[in-house]
């Protein structure tokens, strides 16, 4: 677990995002995870894998089998602002709830370039997620053309000040950074750029939302593997990770998960 803010500790999650990624077959790398979990000693975080929504209804009945180290919990990767209506396509966060996902990821930087989603977009999803009863991941960070200009925290605070609801909690708002350059690229930020970026971002909660900013979990999005895991999970201010291609295999996603095993 990592410690925030006066001392507060928080327990961290480790989540698994499939992107559009998988299919029926998929169940049993939960199933395998779950076993993983079950016999490789007690993680100190939370678990969650967010499928594509045509695997949530299926996936979250498999994770309910799972009881202590071996709960895994389910969360959709996006959703729409409203709960329902005439928009072809897309999932409100109310189906979500009701498919058995108790997450959703909002503002992924996929989402904000392929989709030009804004910050206003983001946090009507986040509000979304909050009405459904859900917990929202909201997704920061930059460019590489962003990062080279040295405006990071420039972009991540205005990101942050845009994208988050203000009556966001530490219960129902969990923030991942996300440095895009990074995602798929293989080249990972150092340990003191992350301790950089989220000691900003954890400044800026604490400043909006006072204890309960000193409370919200900070992921780390970008090339997580279990490599660097370890490293990258010590880092102040890091309270977990969110995980794309390396959560697709069970025994990849639980080398991760491994940096918060304890016997």
Known sequence: ??????????????????????????????TRLAKLLARGGRPACDVLICPPATLIAGLAETAKAGKGAARIAIGGQDCHARPSGAHTGDISA??????????????????????????????????????AGLAAIVCVGETEAQRDAGETLKVIRGQLKGSLPDAATARTTI?????????????????????KVHGAIRKELVRRFGPEGEGMRILYG????????????????????????????????????AAYLQA
């Open 1 to 30: 677990m990592a410690a925030a803010g006066k001392g507060r500790r928080i327990k961290a999650l480790v989540a698994g995002n499939w992107k559009m990624n998988g299919l029926k077959a998929s169940r049993s790398e939960v």
């Open 94 to 131: 109310e189906m979500l709830k009701d498919a058995g996902a108790s997450f959703v990821i909002a503002g992924h930087s996929e989402r904000r370039a392929d989709h030009g989603e804004t910050d206003a977009v983001v946090r009507a999803k986040a509000e979304a997620a909050h009405r």
């Open 175 to 195: 923030i991942a950074y996300e440095p895009v350059w990074a995602i798929g690229t293989g080249r990972t930020p150092t340990a003191e750029d992350v301790a």
């Open 222 to 257: 970008g090339s997580g593997k279990p490599s660097n895991a370890a490293e990258l999970m010590a880092v102040p201010n890091v309270n977990g990770a969110l995980v794309g291609g390396a959560s697709l295999k069970a025994e990849d996603f639980h080398g991760i998960i």
